[in-house]
């Protein structure tokens, strides 16, 4: 964390799970592209696909999670080519959410594992859709705002990440 400016900066770091993913994902898409290329006989539908393909992906590469800055006024949420803003006066809430309780969880319209965990998620036990920014599969945090809108994010020192937001609350 760095606290020159007396703002909090918190990088995302991919876990080992996420890396494996990552890597295993590409060599499935690559493989499958190589083996349509291999298998069509010289049709369109191969480069067709392909450009599909990696326009998802570099779509979905547009969201993945780079760093949160706390400061005076709001969490900020960094990602590639996104800014997540929640301000410090909406925040009704924060706390730690345990590892165990994110398995009834899954992406409803986002990425798990390919670069991290993001986009919005259904909690199947809670029945509600949050907005989920993490590079880890662990060390869950959840910040809930005045609108009842969910976000939740992962970091390598979730704690000090809650006492820097709840400085400013």
């Known amino acids: 964390m ?13 876990d080992k799970r996420a890396q494996w993913l990552t890597a295993i994902a590409l060599l499935v898409i690559a493989g499958g592209v190589g083996w349509l290329f291999y298998s069509s006989g010289g ?6 696909f392909t450009t599909v ?4 992906l570099l779509l979905a590469a547009l969201s993945i999670p780079r ?3 706390v400061s005076p006024h709001s969490v900020e949420i960094h990602c590639v ?21 994110m398995k009834y969880c899954f992406p409803v319209w986002g990425i798990y594992g390919i670069g991290g965990y ?15 920014c993490a590079s880890q599969w662990r060390n869950f945090v959840l910040i809930e705002d005045i609108y009842e809108e969910q976000y939740v ?10 006492a820097a937001v709840e400085q400013y609350k």
């Open 118 to 132: 993001y986009g919005y998620y259904f909690n199947l036990k809670e029945r509600k859709v949050f907005r989920l």
């Open 43 to 48: 049709s369109y539908l191969p480069a067709w």
């Open 53 to 56: 393909i990696v326009a998802l």
């Open 153 to 162: 994010v992962s970091c390598d020192d979730p704690a000090a990440f809650v």
């Open 67 to 69: 760093f949160m800055r």
């Open 2 to 14: 760095e606290q020159a400016t007396g703002e909090g900066k918190f990088r995302f770091r991919m």
């Open 81 to 101: 080519m996104e800014l997540v803003k929640i301000p410090i006066r909406d925040i009704r809430y924060i706390r730690f959410i345990e590892r165990g309780q």
